[in-house]
């Protein structure tokens, strides 16, 4: 609830967790210095609420404590955590904010007015990016474990600083898909996290681990697969994170720089994407829409017959021939052919339309396709090859 008037009045942000699981989430936190506490056994989910209590032994101090961080949990939540809007996503407005209550300096303090968290841009949209992919990617209201770790840095002395609690987030992305996603030992038989992969590896001990990051260049063909044999499937985490760094290569590389098209810098930058520009206007106003959850495969799968000239099955069931969409979209064109597809989002000037739903990964297919006129299996290794590469690289 917040005031703006001298009344209540319903927020207009849908929460991104229940109160059950957010217990749990502090639940947690509190427990972290207790000596025999294992955090990889303990269940983030709202069904084991009781028993998690009931194992907890509140006693009248633990009592105190646990109540004492809910109330600055609960704050945090509020402030340095994202919040969707319940407005409808548009191409023009990210629906996502990271936003203060500041009161006004008036007489009437009652009065008061949402501000962003930071007052420099690039930070605030770094960090509203960076927390809204982890969102979208885990979007069940249980086991939400990066919402742990982000609290816990919180409450356990992690600075404030907008540039450091960004670097801590990203560092949290960097580590689930180096340390989990590309570790086979971590992934199941359709290569979901098992049960307690990211505390392993997030947390040592009680702890946030220092180690050192592995990252095994090797392993995302390994475990993915390159269209040269059966895929296991691709997270949707990875392609979250592939959005991300898409677009903080971007960030590094072009924005405030007011290019025009066809300088070189533009002319290097969609190189290294494999296409050519399509304008920059997808990533300025790029934001990860709750309603991408389909993945299409752009080659379409009634088209995969193994017939000469046809794809199949293994050559388009990979990270590059898939398409992150609406699921709207998906069960009205997914046995579209490329080209028909990109026909259809094409506006009336032959641009490819910017529409919410669609991912940077998924704009620069549809470029591939519409400078090549096809989308073969040499395009779809070649657009994989490009996106492994982003998803390796080290962007500053």
């Not at 997914?334 to 989002?345: C, E």
């Not at 400078?371 to 657009?383: L, P, Q």
Request: net charge neutral; proline share 3%; hydrophobic share 35%.
């Amino acid at each position: 609830m917040r005031r703006d008037d001298g009344a209540e009045k319903k927020d207009s942000f849908q929460p991104i967790i229940d109160f059950p699981n957010f217990l749990l989430i502090v639940l947690k936190i509190t427990r972290m210095d207790e000596k025999w506490f294992s955090p990889t056994a303990f269940n983030l989910d709202d069904k084991e609420l009781l028993n998690e209590f009931y194992i907890a032994g509140m006693g009248a101090d633990k009592v105190r404590k646990f109540a004492y961080n809910l109330l600055k949990a609960r704050y945090l939540l509020d402030n340095y955590v994202v919040h969707h809007s319940k407005e409808e996503d548009t191409i023009d407005s990210n629906p996502w904010k990271l936003q203060v209550w500041c009161k006004s300096r008036d007489e009437d303090t009652r009065k008061g007015q949402l501000k962003n968290l930071a007052s420099n841009k690039p930070w605030q949209d770094r960090l509203t990016h960076l927390l809204s992919m982890f969102e979208v990617s885990f979007t069940a209201r249980q086991r939400k474990n990066y919402l742990f770790y982000c609290l816990f840095y919180l409450l356990n002395g992690g600075s404030k600083d907008i540039s450091a609690y960004a670097d801590f987030v990203e560092e949290l992305a960097d580590r689930y898909f180096n340390m989990v996603y590309l570790d086979g030992s971590k992934l199941n038989a359709i290569n979901t996290p098992m049960p307690g992969s990211f505390d392993e590896v997030i947390l040592e001990g009680k702890r946030f681990s220092t180690s050192e990051m592995k990252r095994r260049e090797t392993a995302f063909i390994d475990i993915y697969g390159d269209g040269t044999q059966k895929s296991r499937g691709v997270p949707l985490f990875v392609f979250n994170y592939l959005d991300y760094k898409l677009w903080k290569l971007y960030d590094a590389e072009l924005r405030g720089e007011k290019l025009k098209e066809g300088s070189r810098e533009r002319k290097e930058f969609f190189a290294k994407l494999g296409c050519s520009d399509f304008g920059l206007k997808i990533f300025d106003q790029f934001y990860f829409s709750r309603t991408r959850r389909s993945l299409e495969h752009y080659y379409p799968q009634a088209a995969a017959t193994g017939e000469q000239g046809a794809l199949d099955q293994d050559q388009i069931n990979c990270l590059g021939n898939y398409a992150m969409i609406g699921s709207e979209a998906n069960s009205s064109g997914s046995n579209w052919s490329p080209k028909a597809k990109l026909d259809f989002y094409l506006d009336s000037f032959g641009k490819i339309s910017r529409i919410s739903v669609a991912s940077i990964k998924f704009m620069i297919m549809m470029q591939v396709c519409r400078d090549k006129g096809s989308w073969s299996f040499e395009e779809i290794k070649d657009h994989q090859a490009r996106m492994v590469s982003v998803l390796m690289s080290d962007v500053e």
